[in-house]
């Protein structure tokens, strides 16, 4: 055990893969003697060597590109998307080229690539530095989503993402990089891909998050227990697939879900987490699901992120609603 | 400014084709061998023999492609993508390639495919629809051909690149057409492939037209000589001329083996036919231009060639026509006999390990299709 942030977590889970396994490349911009804008990559292309940690041109379909023509050479590349609102360019490679290769090929050619990807608002960035993209890729057959909130889980699932042969969209939620906390290094736990984690139990309802703000919602969850009620607040950690278990196993016992993401309401993830858990838990919900979700807008300027982000007040805002108390999200048209 | 839109401009015949002026030729559209200064040697070993065997390979690959035109006006075939007219700058690239080399190509290359090993009945369940690829990948150096124009050109760097790393002196050759490199993909390629002097050799077929498109609209400039600005060496080659592309295509991939990095070749050439079957390109090319092309005829060339060396009898017509349409017959044979694939196969190879939300999919499917009487 050592006291890591997420960001060295990160860093600690690259160089773990790639000493365990020669085949595993990282590239992206300004990755090496700057160690990446966020410093994740810090010291690697000294230790590694250019060609195992490659700067690359400012092109971000170059790069999917050309991770897909070393994954087929039997690579195991680790793509670095700048920012969250830098992947678009390289949109068409990820969902038309790394999504179906391996469906394409009736198997033949794995694409075991990893994006890391820096999410979210939070901190204040200029724009198409916040945006929270995950429902493109979360509803394109072939990727598995993945979406961490904490040193922990960012060492372990990256690891397992990179292990992993199927591509693998890695969101950072950048506000959380300095987060502190202990990281067990031993990797002696089962893997925890594709599964959510109940990070606190409760039995009134239950507030499903992921990324940046998980730590928004256990505050939530602790300003509600001041008023006496008791939220279970789970980590969904993957995005695809979602682990339905964990959330039906929990609004089965509490009746009610509150669900929170950045990303923009209207067809987003929170609209698939609230019908799915429609679907398996409909006789035992005493209300219907409550969206807590960043607004139907372009991601505002950073005056403006604090009123658009879901922040601790409008979780609780969302709980009141699922508990029929007064709330702004009470009623609906 | 005029607020009217330019027409079009027409592709251009060989006689004023500026692509043409100066392009890598050594066998004349009248069937003579001259002596190319620069590249010449590269095919120095090509013999009669040798010349009568990728004559045999066009007459072949001519055959399929008819054949599969004809399989798709009679409903076999969903779609082809005829490429008549470019069987010299097809095979006498692909030729040129060693089996460690590996192609990275459009959905047009079937003369590219033939060469390194896919059967002709293995060309066919893509265009029938009853699978994503027809082959292998690694089992003949030539991946599944893509769709998305130029995404490709991207592959082929990558895997080059990894060539590179793995301290092999083999290649990467990506085949794509003049409508590709207007695609930003094509350029990023370029520039990844020259930072890191990739072993790839950019094959790009200007066969003239992208669907309706002439080349004109794809570029104010010659499409070989937009490499230089990457610090990419190019050639314009006669794409028409099989002996010249291979010796252009040799030169390049000796360049590089030896660690000289990507090259671009601009092969010259003309799409006889339409884009696919689909197509009808009467309503925007001129009779006359095809007609020009048709006299630069890649077969016609080698063929003129080859019976003033007195090597092409009517003998070996013959056993070349005979070869060629023995092939077609399996082809058909195999295309006509391929069953529908598994309503269960929907779900296969999506991921390469398990995911619960389309395993949960598979599992409802499965016992959907167990509720009707006749499945039982």
């Keep these: 055990m050592s006291a890591m942030t997420m960001g060295g977590a990160l860093n600690a889970g690259l160089r773990a893969a790639l000493t365990a396994d020669p085949k595993v490349l990282v590239m992206g911009e300004d990755i090496g003697a700057l160690g990446g804008v966020y410093r994740i990559t810090d010291g690697l292309q000294r230790e590694f060597g250019p060609r195992r940690v490659m700067d690359t041109p400012l092109a971000e379909s170059g790069i999917l590109g050309t991770a897909v023509g070393l994954a087929y050479r039997g690579y195991r590349p680790v793509c670095e998307i700048q920012f969250d609102g830098f992947i678009y360019p390289a949109f068409d490679q990820i969902v038309s080229q790394v999504a179906r290769m391996h469906s394409r090929t009736n198997g033949a050619v794995k694409m075991p690539i990893t994006i890391r990807v820096p999410v979210g608002g939070g901190i204040g960035s200029a724009e198409h530095h916040s945006d929270s993209p995950e429902a493109y890729f979360a509803h394109t057959p072939g990727l598995r989503v993945v979406s961490v909130s904490n040193p922990q889980d960012a060492y372990d699932l990256l690891q397992d993402a990179i292990a992993c042969d199927d591509p693998v969209l890695f969101f950072e939620p950048k506000r959380r990089y300095h987060m502190k906390a202990e990281v067990d290094t031993a990797r002696s736990r089962p893997a925890a891909m594709g599964t959510a984690r109940v990070l606190r139990e409760g039995t009134d309802a239950t507030l499903v998050t992921f990324g940046g703000l998980v730590q928004v919602a256990l505050a939530a969850a602790d300003a509600a227990a001041d008023e006496g009620v008791s939220l279970e607040v789970i980590d969904l950690r993957s995005l695809s697939p979602i682990d339905w278990v964990a959330l039906a196993t929990s609004v089965r016992r509490t009746g009610r879900v509150v669900i929170a993401h950045e990303a923009p309401e209207s067809v987003g993830l929170g609209a698939e987490l609230a019908a799915g858990i429609t679907e398996r838990c409909f006789y035992f919900l005493e209300h219907a699901p409550v969206r807590v979700t960043g607004f139907d807008i372009p991601f505002p300027p950073s005056k403006l992120e604090r009123h658009h982000l879901p922040d601790l007040d409008r979780m609780l805002d969302g709980v009141d609603a699922a508990l029929g108390r007064p709330s702004s999200l009470a009623e609906e048209d | ?376």
């Design chain 2, 1 to 376: 400014m005029s607020n009217t839109v330019a027409a079009p401009r027409a592709s251009g015949t060989p006689d004023s084709d500026p692509a043409l002026r100066g392009a890598v030729r050594i066998l004349t559209p009248s069937g003579e061998r001259t002596d190319e200064p620069e590249y010449g040697c590269q095919v120095a070993d090509v013999d009669d023999e040798a010349l009568l065997a990728l004559h045999d390979d066009m007459v072949v690959v001519r055959r399929i492609d008819t054949e599969a035109t004809n399989l798709q006006r009679q409903g076999e075939l969903a779609l082809w993508p005829p490429l008549l007219g470019q069987e010299a700058a097809q095979i006498g690239s692909a030729r040129a390639l060693r089996s460690d080399d590996f192609a990275f190509t459009s959905y047009r290359e079937n003369g590219v495919a033939y060469c390194r090993g896919v059967t002709p009945a293995q060309l066919m369940p893509v265009w029938r629809g009853v699978t994503a690829s027809g082959w292998d990948p690694y089992s003949v150096g030539m991946a599944t051909p893509q769709v998305i124009i130029a995404a490709q050109t991207l592959h082929a760097t990558g895997y080059a690149l990894g060539l590179q790393y793995d301290g092999s002196d083999a290649a990467a050759i990506a085949y794509f057409g003049d409508g590709a490199t207007s695609e930003g993909d094509a350029s990023e390629a370029l520039v990844f492939a020259a930072t890191y002097k990739a072993p790839v050799v950019f094959f790009c077929q200007n066969n003239h037209w992208a669907i309706s498109e002439p080349v004109t609209l794809q570029s104010g400039s010659s499409l070989a000589g937009r490499a230089a600005g990457f610090g990419v060496p190019s050639v314009a080659v006669d794409g028409n001329d099989v002996l010249a592309v291979m010796a252009v295509t040799r030169a390049a991939l000796a360049r590089a083996r030896a660690g000289g990095g990507p090259s671009f070749i601009e092969a010259v050439t003309y799409r006889m036919g339409p884009h696919t079957t689909a197509d009808d390109p009467t309503r925007y090319r001129e009779p006359a231009e095809l007609e020009a092309w048709r006299r630069m005829d890649p077969i016609d060339r080698v063929e003129k060639h080859l019976v003033s060396r007195g090597v092409l009898t009517d003998e070996r017509r013959a056993e070349t026509q005979a070869h060629a349409d023995q092939v077609a017959k399996a082809m058909r044979d195999a295309c006509i006999g391929m069953p529908d694939p598994d309503p269960m196969s929907l779900f296969e190879h999506v991921y390469a390990e398990p995911h619960s939300d389309i395993d949960r999919q598979r599992t409802r499917f499965a016992a959907y299709l167990d509720s009707f009487e006749d499945a039982r």
